[in-house]
T-cell receptor, first 111, second 110 residues
Framework: ETGVTQSPTHLIKTRGQQVTLRCSSQ?????VSWYQQALGQGPQFIFQ???????GRGNFPPRFSGLQFPNYSSELNVNALELDDSALYLC??????????FGPGTRLTVL | AQRVTQPEKLLSVFKGAPVELKCNYS??????LFWYVQYSRQRLQLLLR??SRESIKGFTADLNKGETSFHLKKPFAQEEDSAMYYC????????????FGTGTKLQVIP
């Protein structure tokens, strides 16, 4: 059984740029959730994808968007990057609303 | 809106001493409560969930709906318990939204 993987591990961007983060879900899982974890904080829910559609969203602006593919992998896209977007981005996969399994995260630094 | 509060950023205990990590939540309905743990250089992983009533690695947590608390306890701390612990609340309403606390770092002193 393969666990949740994320790429890239680290990323440095400048303000105003766009970024795409990727997540491969665990085998047998059909739901992917994305979280933002700022330094010293707990993860904050961004959105969740189920059957290739966004089915829930936290308090994040529209410039945070995503995709889920037929193989249940997912992308998180952030447009017009701001300094405050610097954080660890976590992906978690699950089978519907069962236990979520987390990936190692992508560390994004915005300069 | 749901909220999870972990009042302690850092908790230091001696090896063999009892541990209690505090967690309080606010939500008007019936949430599902979890404890997640993150060991050094490892990913976030589920420690336990209240519906399973399991004891994992000697840790237990009881949901107290009257006090809206879900404190994590262990009678005798081990050095390998040193880690970051997050309390989390899940609400299902078409999708599963998990709200995390800010975390408590547990440091077990040998």
């Amino acid at each position: 059984e393969t666990g949740v993987t994320q790429s890239p591990t680290h990323l440095i961007k400048t303000r105003g740029q766009q970024v795409t983060l990727r997540c491969s879900s665990q085998s047998g899982h059909n739901t992917v959730s994305w979280y933002q974890q700022a330094l010293g904080q707990g993860p904050q829910f961004i959105f969740q994808y189920y059957r290739e559609e966004e089915n829930g969203r936290g308090n994040f602006p529209p410039r945070f968007s995503g995709l889920q593919f037929p193989n249940y992998s997912s992308e998180l896209n952030v447009n017009a990057l701001e300094l405050d977007d610097s954080a660890l981005y976590l992906c978690a996969s699950s089978f519907v609303s069962d236990t979520q399994y987390f990936g190692p995260g992508t560390r994004l630094t915005v300069l | 809106a749901q909220r999870v509060t972990q009042p302690e950023k850092l908790l230091s205990v001696f090896k063999g001493a009892p541990v209690e990590l505090k967690c309080n939540y606010s939500y008007s309905g019936s949430p599902e409560l979890f404890w997640y743990v993150q060991y050094s250089r490892q990913r976030l992983q589920l420690l336990l969930r209240h519906i399973s009533r399991e004891s994992i690695k000697g840790f237990t947590a009881d949901l107290n709906k009257g006090e809206t608390s879900f404190h994590l306890k262990k009678p005798f701390a081990q050095e390998e318990d040193s880690a970051m612990y997050y309390c989390a609340l899940s609400v299902s309403g078409g999708y599963q939204k998990v709200t995390f606390g800010t975390g408590t770092k547990l440091q077990v002193i040998p």
